[in-house]
Nanobody
Framework: VQLQASGGGLVQPGGSLRLSCAAS????????IAWFRQAPGKEREFVAA????????YYADSVKGRFTISRDNAKNTVYLQMNSLKPEDTAVYYC?????????????WGQGTQVTVSS
C-alpha cells in the first residue's frame, strides 16, 4: 500500500489543522493506521492510531484531548484533526500502516507533511 500524507502548514498557537493520509494500491481497511511525528533533533514519536474498522483509537498522552484520529474506509483516507496546537507540536508528521494493532514496527510509511506552530 502507498500512503500520501497532506494537510500540513503554518498555524498560530491555539489554532487547528487537519492532516490526511490517503492510501492507494490496496484497500485501507486492511490496515491499522498510525500517525507519528519527528521534530528537529528529536526521535520519531508515536502520536495516534486507529483500528481497521475505526472502532478503536489510541493516543499519546501529549496529544490526548487535543487530537482526534478517524478514518473513512470508503474514501481510503485517515484523518488527524489537531486542535489547540502548541509550538511543541511542530514536527514532520508521518502516517504509517500495518495489519497489526499497535505494532512495534509499521510496514508502510508515507512521505511526511510539515506542521509548524508559531506566532
Amino acid at each position: 500500500v502507498q500512503l500520501q500524507a497532506s494537510g500540513g502548514g503554518l498555524v498560530q498557537p491555539g489554532g487547528s489543522l487537519r492532516l490526511s493520509c490517503a492510501a492507494s494500491g490496496r484497500t485501507l481497511s486492511s490496515y491499522v493506521i498510525a500517525w507519528f511525528r519527528q521534530a528537529p533533533g528529536k526521535e520519531r514519536e508515536f502520536v495516534a492510531a486507529v483500528s481497521r474498522s475505526g472502532a478503536s483509537t489510541y493516543y499519546a498522552d501529549s496529544v490526548k484531548g487535543r487530537f482526534t484520529i478517524s478514518r473513512d474506509n470508503a474514501k481510503n483516507t485517515v484523518y488527524l484533526q489537531m486542535n489547540s496546537l502548541k509550538p511543541e507540536d511542530t514536527a514532520v508528521y508521518y502516517c504509517a500502516a500495518d495489519p497489526t494493532w499497535m505494532a512495534i514496527e509499521y510496514d508502510y510509511w508515507g512521505q511526511g507533511t510539515q506542521v509548524t506552530v508559531s506566532s
